[in-house]
């Protein structure tokens, strides 16, 4: 089992930056492949990117490459997605989800979901 818990979203200014976290539970949080996923309003949810249980691969929607980036500390069961330049279409809740070892790029292939943290990006 494991929980998940986000953190860091808010207000900011297109073209500003955030840092969003996701903490988790578990002896095993090493184990899995961690995505962020994205929801706006009236939009289906997302994928945004993926990094691989051992932070040695990551993967990142054309739309964020180059701006977003993601990391994890195994250590300290975290995994974090930066976000430059945001946009105001950027504006969503942002999901972390965990994925039992591999790789994934669709909502039901994850196994646990956290509940969310709102990025409201103004113009």
């Known amino acids: 089992q494991v929980q998940l818990l986000e953190s860091g979203g808010g207000f900011v200014q297109a073209g500003g930056s955030l840092r969003l976290s996701c903490a988790a539970s578990g002896r095993t949080f090493s184990r899995y492949a961690m995505g962020w996923f994205r929801q706006a309003p009236g939009k289906e949810r997302e994928i945004v990117a993926v990094i691989r249980w051992s932070g040695g691969s990551t993967y990142y929607a054309d739309s964020v490459k180059g701006r977003f980036t993601i990391s994890r500390d195994n250590a300290k069961n975290t995994v974090h997605l930066q976000m430059n330049s945001l946009k105001p279409e950027e504006t969503a809740v942002y999901y972390c989800?965990?994925?039992?070892?591999?790789?994934?790029?669709?909502?039901?292939?994850?196994?646990?979901w956290g509940q969310g943290t709102q990025v409201t990006v103004s113009s």
């Open positions: 989800a965990a994925k039992w070892g591999g790789w994934g790029y669709e909502e039901y292939e994850y196994d646990y």
